[in-house]
């Protein structure tokens, strides 16, 4: 409001407001070059989250953390090459 007023008297116009960023999107070709296909989460690396899922449905609870590590981290590194923030 008083930017408007101030313009008014000092007779330069007043600033135009800042446009807002579109936030980043890796599921959005335009801002993510490394998932042209536009891949969501849920539907990128199905091969390792499959095998990630399947060792921790399959393996004691007080040891799955150990012996699926290395799955988990197969799966965080495809993720990570689509371009998500994992």
Partial sequence: ?????????????????????KPYDPTDPKQNPLNPKGLKPCCACPETKSARDDCFLNTDASEADEKCRELVQRHIACMRSYGFKV
């Fill in 1 to 21: 409001m008083f930017a408007s007023i101030s313009s008014w008297w000092s007779g330069s116009p007043a600033p135009a407001p800042a446009v807002p960023e």
